[in-house]
């Protein structure tokens, strides 16, 4: 309610990319899914422990469309890579 930073979590070298942050209920468990340009990283949205990242690389920084969970499946994709 303050805008006080409670946690930190991620570091990138490149470029942070545009997706919006989402949260999904997965595995019995409540995650925060962000895409950045070299992966997609699901985080505890309490502590911001990462739970689990996938290395996805992308051309241009273009983390654009949104993820969306279907069941227990992620979808992403871009333009320039594909889902």
């Given amino acids: 309610m303050t805008g006080k930073e409670i ?4 570091t990138s070298e490149s470029d ?4 919006q942050p989402i949260i999904i209920d997965a595995g019995g ?3 925060l899914i962000i895409w950045y340009p070299g992966a997609v990283a699901s985080l505890d949205p ?3 422990k990462i ?5 996805y690389k992308v051309g241009g920084s273009m983390t654009v469309a949104l ?3 279907h069941g ?3 979808f992403l994709t871009t333009f320039y890579d594909g889902p």
């Avoid at 946690?7 to 991620?10: E, T």
């Avoid at 942070?16 to 997706?19: D, T």
């Fill in 51 to 55: 739970l689990w990242q996938q290395p």
């Fill in 67 to 69: 993820p969306v969970q």
């Fill in 46 to 48: 309490v502590t911001g």
């Fill in 16 to 19: 942070i990319g545009v997706a």
């Fill in 72 to 74: 227990s499946e992620l």
């Fill in 7 to 10: 946690w930190r979590a991620l």
């Fill in 29 to 31: 468990t409540r995650q």
